[in-house]
């Protein structure tokens, strides 16, 4: 059968925009073919390593599985949306560069979206909630060890609490932690 | 400043870009205009192809070309391994592989490929072409020792038996040393599983004409091998490519292979140069591309009465896939590591890697020594236990002391680096005490803690060529770019060799700048990242050629200044009158002059190739404390620490990352990770990321990491091997942990809850009418 | 494979337009993953998406109504749906997925590791139906026994009160569950439903009576029941042996019973 097409509107990383999109097609393919939004990546197409991640409406989605005509009438962002006009990093972005918490870098884009709508929640996680919020992401560099680090300052600046938040500090070397209660 | 950049966590050179979305990996610098390539997989594993009908894909709107693996007129066989190549036949890698084959060999072989302009016409046209493929179907053998026996099928008519290589090592007398009276014999199998490296990146290149040759655009470690081996598969000059590598996202040794690059360029040739992609999806990441090897090992000891070994051998059969890739190497490491760490003066040890009809098996994180730790630490607690030792103390007692020189590398053991480890890593966790709260417990939730150790080695001298490049330029305002061999691939290998430059040359961080991409038209020759090699070879080059350059500078100093050359130094970014510490002028003024004077103009570059004739041992050790739920069959990791002296740690934030994401790789490798294929048919089963999970956020514990730092004497900077070594102690430190909480010691990887059902009940741990 | 796409804006306008080449589509996490058997064989999506009236959550009666469009984080964040179902909920690992998955989705596919079908079976909840002869009310076990995949679920009503425990066995957090198993304490008893990789969803009627028959029998015997139940056909597979998922399904069951029964809870 002859493929479909059809004019998405929406807003993507602030700005109006609208373009012809095949049915079928996902949103990653959608923002980085046709937005040049590069930030989005391919990682496995099932939803499942989570590289894909953009916010959407102010919540995250795998936008592999996301069919980019559902996109109509929505607000998106994306990584490169983070990042301020003069190139600054919101504090989300910088903690996942000051914490260690990059290493090759494909995980990382979804990985700071959906830690951007865990620390702009307002909530305060514990650390099992907060393992939880970051479970759909895949990766095989870091051990997720320095990411959970970057989130719960950021999460715990968020919320005033400024003095908590150093008391996670460790750079570099962990230092023994309480083990996790056993459930 | 200088003795303070070594050994300071300064953040990624490109944590930055990629905090920000903006660094390019090959997908993301391919145009839009490409093609899309995708290749048509065997779906038999074991047959000749007899006819491919294309008519009806080639019918498929977008559909610009159906290759088949009759289209290949000439057939060059090549190497696909990321070794450096020999120009002595006897060590060359076999060259067993096509570009595209109408013998396939396992499912997944690459027997065909569309050009389409997108995607979704080349995944139809792939699902039309897969029923027009018609087989002769052959028997297959999925089964290493299977393989062997007479009667097997046989996969390459070279290799009797299956057998791609056997080798032996004979030490001393085992037959003599057992006559001894009083010695207890301890023995076990261990077996270990196939996994895959599952870098969220997939495999990915594209290729275009560009003059008279092609340029192939990689997602790989090794830019230069790439070349090399696109020339040999497509029987044309080396000369005639070039590979460009862009930031990749993880590589874990499945890119230190030659994966499709050959494939690519060889239909970007046949188009007349167009531009065409090859993006390799997650399914086919896990089965066409390269997986950890599965091996079974057979140990044997005899032990004195007080527990020392008396004699040892080993057996072990390594499942190395359809086609030799790295060959006997996996196997090889892991037979040279076993007399090494429990040195014994009778030792046999013998070894056999063996063709099946299955994916290929390759490089992975710890080439080999995953495997071998599982065996050697599994039996080595055996050992203990069968003397009633306490199993640290049973190390201590056995593993390689400190002096301990090995002929053939000539690596030396100069610290007590495991009795240090061992030390930092049991006061962290508490080892001794939670020992003994742990020693006889009932019920039916357990905690057990236990301790592992392995075996590694940097780089691969003696066995193969060690060389390392370095190009050095620097600009009018005194900072530089450099260039090495040694790829970034997420490890961080660029901002520990700016630390270096910067260290050596005498000029603050951030006026050195990484030339991150690779081009083999622009990067000096080297042969990339593996081996764990990166720190310590690098280090070489760097220091030479960084030494080179600062002469240069001084010699030009010497001009401007009228100071000798050895009264002058460069610190923090100026040059510095010795004698009295005074600063004569900043490098950007010196660089300046020197390019800008009427009077000896000169562009301030330094080049060198340093060949590495040495290596070091780079030991380290993984305590891991789980909880064990009997009658659910499930375990939780609680706390795992690895301690590993890695010589002088360059970026402590960098280097514990690099245990993280070891220790992670092993928490899978140890619980949960195993690719299956169906027995009847051959085909993969699990070879997606829903139904084969590595460990995910909820699955792990707080990762521990720490260091020993033993300067390495032989090294450049006091460093050593770093990348691989993590993953290797984590399995049996986890076998062993639950072990001493449930008193069942398994010889089987991954001890997933299936696993766990199997042994306990066999052993009336929990009700045995199920018993299998 | 489906190259069409119908944005339904209405219940009735997906039904009307539902052939037999035709798929549903709700969140998306099944029929848009790549390898989908869903989106291959069928020629046309209609995407439930746009359809007005399926997102909404009340309580009448002790009676709580889930629109089936409601994503799983909907009912984690809901004040209204009764935290038996949140912990079924966040069975599903991933957050970005439990913010696309819907109720109606995981129902409608009727998987062997479905993450809601075994509690949903175990407290009796009931589908609302949209089909082409008009509107219908049928139990979920009815439903999963004749799946009717032309009809639309347009919402799912369980009790608010109701003891009930889950429990879900995977490798690992995000892998496919071997076995979800729910227990709810009805007047009647436990009602036990559950399920089982590869096997389906299954209602555990025989030991529901053996519990009832016997609220002490022994865990051996519940094993022996499953060990050699015939109407189980479980197998082999890559999720592990028959006779470890008859292991698991009897000894999860002897807990959730006891759990449910005595003062565990």
């Known amino acids: 059968m002859d493929r479909q097409y059809k004019v998405v509107h929406c807003t993507i990383n602030g700005k109006k925009v609208e373009q012809v999109v095949d049915v079928r097609a996902s949103l990653t393919d959608m923002l980085r073919n046709d937005f040049r939004l590069t930030s989005v990546k391919k990682g496995c197409e099932v939803g499942e390593c989570g590289a894909c991640t953009v916010i959407i409406n102010g919540e995250g989605f795998n936008s592999c599985i996301y069919l980019a005509v559902w996109a109509e009438g929505k607000d998106i962002w994306t990584l490169e949306g983070l990042t301020g006009p003069g190139g600054e990093l919101s504090d989300i972005q910088q903690a996942f560069v000051d914490e260690g918490a990059i290493q090759c870098g494909f995980c990382t884009p979804g990985f700071i979206m959906t830690s951007w709508e865990i620390v702009n929640s307002g909530k305060e996680y514990t650390d099992d909630e907060l393992r939880k919020a970051l479970s759909g992401h895949l990766c095989r560099c870091t051990g997720y060890e320095n990411i959970f680090r970057a989130v719960k300052k950021t999460m715990l600046r968020h919320l005033g609490k400024y003095d908590e938040a150093e008391l996670v500090n460790s750079q570099g070397i962990t230092e023994y932690p309480e083990p996790m209660p056993f459930k | 400043m200088s003795k303070e950049i070594l050994g300071q966590a300064v953040t990624r050179l490109d944590a930055r870009d990629k905090a920000m979305g903006r660094i390019k990996y090959t997908d993301d610098l391919c145009d839009k205009g490409a093609l899309v390539i995708r290749v048509l997989h065997s779906t038999v594993a074991n047959g000749i192809v007899k006819k491919i009908d294309t008519s009806e894909a080639e019918?498929?709107?977008?559909?610009?070309?159906?290759?088949?693996?009759?289209?290949?007129?000439?057939?060059?066989?090549?190497?696909?391994?990321?070794?450096?190549?020999?120009?002595?036949?006897?060590?060359?890698?076999?060259?067993?592989?096509?570009?595209?084959?109408?013998?396939?060999?396992?499912?997944?072989?690459?027997?065909?490929?569309?050009?389409?302009?997108?995607?979704?016409?080349?995944?139809?046209?792939?699902?039309?072409?897969?029923?027009?493929?018609?087989?002769?179907?052959?028997?297959?053998?999925?089964?290493?020792?299977?393989?062997?026996?007479?009667?097997?099928?046989?996969?390459?008519?070279?290799?009797?038996?299956?057998?791609?290589?056997?080798?032996?090592?004979?030490?001393?007398?085992?037959?003599?040393?057992?006559?001894?009276?009083?010695?207890?014999?301890?023995?076990?199998?261990?077996?270990?599983?196939?996994?895959?490296?599952?870098?969220?990146?997939?495999?990915?290149?594209?290729?275009?004409?560009?003059?008279?040759?092609?340029?192939?655009?990689?997602?790989?470690?090794?830019?230069?091998?790439?070349?090399?081996?696109?020339?040999?598969?497509?029987?044309?000059?080396?000369?005639?490519?070039?590979?460009?590598?862009?930031?990749?996202?993880?590589?874990?040794?499945?890119?230190?292979?030659?994966?499709?690059?050959?494939?690519?360029?060889?239909?970007?040739?046949?188009?007349?140069?167009?531009?065409?992609?090859?993006?390799?999806?997650?399914?086919?990441?896990?089965?066409?591309?390269?997986?950890?090897?599965?091996?079974?090992?057979?140990?044997?000891?005899?032990?004195?009465?007080?527990?020392?070994?008396?004699?040892?051998?080993?057996?072990?059969?390594?499942?190395?896939?359809?086609?030799?890739?790295?060959?006997?190497?996996?196997?090889?490491?892991?037979?040279?590591?076993?007399?090494?760490?429990?040195?014994?003066?009778?030792?046999?040890?013998?070894?056999?890697?063996?063709?099946?009809?299955?994916?290929?098996?390759?490089?992975?994180?710890?080439?080999?020594?995953?495997?071998?730790?599982?065996?050697?630490?599994?039996?080595?607690?055996?050992?203990?236990?069968?003397?009633?030792?306490?199993?640290?103390?049973?190390?201590?007692?056995?593993?390689?002391?400190?002096?301990?020189?090995?002929?053939?590398?000539?690596?030396?053991?100069?610290?007590?680096?495991?009795?240090?480890?061992?030390?930092?890593?049991?006061?962290?966790?508490?080892?001794?005490?939670?020992?003994?709260?742990?020693?006889?417990?009932?019920?039916?939730?357990?905690?057990?803690?236990?301790?592992?150790?392995?075996?590694?080695?940097?780089?691969?001298?003696?066995?193969?060529?060690?060389?390392?490049?370095?190009?050095?330029?620097?600009?009018?305002?005194?900072?530089?770019?450099?260039?090495?061999?040694?790829?970034?691939?997420?490890?961080?290998?660029?901002?520990?060799?700016?630390?270096?430059?910067?260290?050596?040359?005498?000029?603050?961080?951030?006026?050195?700048?990484?030339?991150?991409?690779?081009?083999?038209?622009?990067?000096?020759?080297?042969?990339?990242?593996?081996?764990?090699?990166?720190?310590?070879?690098?280090?070489?080059?760097?220091?030479?050629?960084?030494?080179?350059?600062?002469?240069?500078?001084?010699?030009?100093?010497?001009?401007?200044?009228?100071?000798?050359?050895?009264?002058?130094?460069?610190?923090?970014?100026?040059?510095?009158?010795?004698?009295?510490?005074?600063?004569?002028?900043t490098i950007g003024e010196l660089a300046l002059e020197k390019l800008y004077t009427t009077e000896g103009s000169q562009h301030l570059t330094a080049e060198s190739t340093y060949q590495i004739r040495s290596n070091a041992y780079s030991f380290g050790c993984c305590f891991a404390e789980v909880e064990v739920d009997i009658p659910m069959c499930r375990v939780r990791l609680l706390n795992i620490v690895n301690v590993h002296d890695c010589g002088q740690v360059i970026n402590p934030m960098l280097a514990s990352g690099q245990i993280h994401g070891g220790q992670s790789m092993g928490i899978g490798y140890a619980l949960s990770e195993k690719l299956l294929w169906d027995a009847k048919t051959g085909k993969p089963l699990n070879n997606n990321l829903l139904d084969y999970k590595m460990s995910s956020f909820m699955d792990h514990p707080r990762l521990v990491a720490d260091f020993v730092e033993n300067y390495e004497p032989t090294s450049a900077y006091g460093t050593k091997g770093l990348g691989e070594p993590p993953v290797c102690p984590v399995a049996p430190a986890i076998r062993n942990a639950i072990g001493q909480a449930t008193g069942l010691y398994i010889n089987e990887l991954p001890l997933s809850p299936h696993t766990l059902f199997r042994e306990f009940t066999d052993a009336g741990l929990i009700n045995d009418s199920f018993a299998e | 494979m489906a190259t069409q796409l119908l944005m339904a804006k209405s219940p009735e306008e997906a039904v009307n337009n539902k052939t037999a080449t035709a798929a549903f589509l709700a969140g998306g996490t099944e029929v848009n993953r790549l390898g989908s058997d869903i989106a291959v064989k069928a020629d046309m999506l209609i995407s439930l998406k746009k359809c007005s009236g399926l997102s909404d959550i009340t309580e009448a009666d002790g009676y709580i109504t889930i629109g089936s469009m409601c994503t799983f984080q909907d009912l984690i964040e809901s004040d209204t749906v009764p935290c038996y179902l949140k912990e079924a909920a966040h069975f599903m690992a991933s957050r970005t997925k439990r913010n696309m998955a819907t109720i109606g989705g995981n129902i409608a596919s009727l998987r062997s590791d479905s993450y809601l079908i075994p509690t949903l079976m175990a407290v009796g909840a009931v589908l609302e139906m949209e089909g082409n002869n008009g509107s219908c009310r049928i139990g979920i076990a009815e439903y999963v026994d004749r799946s009717e995949a032309d009809a639309l679920i347009t919402s799912v009503t369980v009790p608010k009160e109701i003891k009930v425990i889950s429990r879900r066995f995977a490798n690992t957090a995000q892998s496919h569950a071997v076995l979800t198993m729910s227990a709810a304490l009805t007047e009647e008893g436990i009602w036990l439903d559950g399920a089982v990789k590869n096997v389906g969803l299954l209602h555990f009627c025989d030991l529901e009576k053996a519990f009832r028959e016997d609220p002490d029998i022994s865990e051996e015997a519940i094993i022996e029941m499953v060990r050699v139940c015939t109407g189980l056909h479980t197998a082999d597979d890559m999720f592990g042996s028959d006779t470890y998922k008859r292991y698991l399904i009897a000894v999860t069951a002897y807990d959730l019973h006891k759990r449910l029964v005595g003062k565990e809870v």
């Open chain 2, 59 to 585: 019918k498929i709107p977008g559909v610009v070309r159906v290759f088949t693996c009759f289209d290949i007129k000439e057939k060059h066989y090549f190497p696909t391994a990321g070794h450096p190549w020999s120009t002595d036949p006897h060590h060359q890698d076999i060259a067993d592989r096509l570009v595209m084959t109408d013998r396939p060999l396992f499912y997944g072989d690459d027997i065909g490929a569309v050009v389409a302009e997108d995607e979704v016409a080349a995944a139809q046209a792939i699902r039309v072409l897969e029923k027009s493929v018609e087989y002769e179907e052959l028997p297959f053998v999925l089964d290493a020792q299977e393989a062997m026996k007479e009667g097997a099928p046989l996969l390459h008519e070279d290799f009797p038996n299956n057998v791609l290589t056997h080798t032996e090592i004979h030490m001393g007398s085992v037959e003599e040393a057992i006559k001894e009276p009083g010695l207890t014999k301890v023995e076990g199998w261990y077996h270990t599983q196939p996994v895959q490296h599952c870098h969220i990146e997939n495999f990915i290149c594209y290729a275009y004409g560009e003059g008279d040759r092609t340029v192939v655009v990689s997602s790989t470690q090794i830019p230069h091998i790439a070349r090399r081996v696109i020339g040999q598969a497509l029987g044309m000059d080396w000369g005639k490519f070039r590979v460009i590598k862009p930031y990749v996202g993880g590589g874990f040794g499945n890119k230190q292979d030659v994966l499709y690059e050959p494939l690519c360029a060889w239909i970007s040739i046949q188009m007349g140069g167009r531009l065409v992609k090859l993006d390799v999806p997650r399914e086919e990441t896990f089965i066409c591309n390269r997986i950890r090897h599965e091996i079974k090992y057979h140990i044997t000891s005899w032990m004195r009465p007080d527990g020392s070994f008396a004699a040892r051998t080993m057996k072990a059969w390594v499942n190395n896939g359809a086609y030799s890739s790295h060959g006997h190497a996996i196997a090889a490491k892991g037979l040279n590591a076993f007399p090494q760490l429990y040195p014994c003066d009778n030792i046999d040890g013998e070894t056999w890697t063996v063709y099946t009809n299955r994916s290929v098996a390759g490089a992975m994180r710890g080439y080999g020594m995953p495997q071998a730790s599982y065996a050697f630490e599994c039996h080595a607690e055996d050992c203990a236990r069968a003397m009633k030792m306490d199993p640290l103390e049973f190390r201590r007692k056995n593993l390689m002391p400190v002096g301990y020189y090995h002929a053939f590398s000539k690596n030396e053991l100069y610290s007590d680096t495991f009795n240090q480890c061992f030390d930092k890593g049991a006061e962290i966790i508490g080892y001794y005490d939670k020992v003994k709260e742990y020693a006889n417990q009932t019920g039916d939730i357990r905690r057990g803690i236990a301790v592992s150790t392995y075996w590694y080695n940097t780089a691969v001298y003696p066995i193969a060529l060690e060389t390392s490049s370095c190009r050095i330029v620097m600009n009018q305002d005194g900072s530089v770019q450099f260039q090495l061999g040694e790829t970034e691939i997420g490890q961080g290998a660029d901002t520990v060799a700016a630390q270096m430059i910067s260290d050596t040359l005498g000029i603050p961080l951030d006026m050195v700048h990484p030339v991150s991409c690779q081009d083999t038209d622009v990067t000096p020759f080297g042969t990339g990242v593996y081996a764990s090699r990166g720190t310590y070879t690098l280090g070489f080059s760097i220091k030479q050629t960084a030494l080179l350059l600062k002469q240069k500078v001084l010699e030009a100093a010497n001009q401007f200044t009228r100071m000798p050359v050895y009264n002058l130094d460069i610190v923090d970014g100026n040059i510095i009158r010795t004698t009295d510490g005074r600063k004569l002028m």
